[in-house]
Nanobody, 117 residues
Framework: QVQLMESGGGLVQPGGSLRLSCVVS????????MGWYRQAPGKQRDLVAA???????NYGDSVKGRFTISRDNAKKTVYLQMNSLKPEDTAVYYC???????????WGQGTQVTVSS
């Protein structure tokens, strides 16, 4: 059974930082493109950042230069370092794993990030 477990969310002041982690119980982790998505109330779920098996990265325009995605294949973990957080970054953040060969993907349960003074 595939499980994705996010952690690291919470309440932070504007300008602050958080680091999200997603531990994945899956075989062949290195063959998955890993991504972070977010969904604010009343809005669609949008891509925040993604990292391929070859460590190529892609970021949403609103987070470029502030967020960094990375992965540790040995630990089957993907990270999202979030700096210079803004109130508009407030959302539930979801971890996603997409299998390279078939495109099948899996989702975590989400972790809440709230940026507020």
């Amino acid at each position: 059974q595939v499980q994705l477990m996010e952690s690291g969310g919470g309440l932070v002041q504007p300008g602050g930082s958080l680091r999200l982690s997603c531990v994945v119980s899956i075989s062949g982790f290195s063959l998955y493109t890993m991504g972070w998505y977010r969904q604010a109330p009343g809005k669609q779920r949008d891509l925040v950042a993604a990292i391929t098996s070859g460590d190529s990265t892609n970021y949403g325009d609103s987070v470029k230069g502030r967020f960094t995605i990375s992965r540790d294949n040995a630990k089957k973990t993907v990270y999202l370092q979030m700096n210079s957080l803004k109130p508009e970054d407030t959302a539930v953040y979801y971890c996603n794993a997409k299998f390279l060969l078939t495109g099948r993907d899996y989702w975590g349960q989400g972790t809440q990030v709230t940026v507020s003074s």
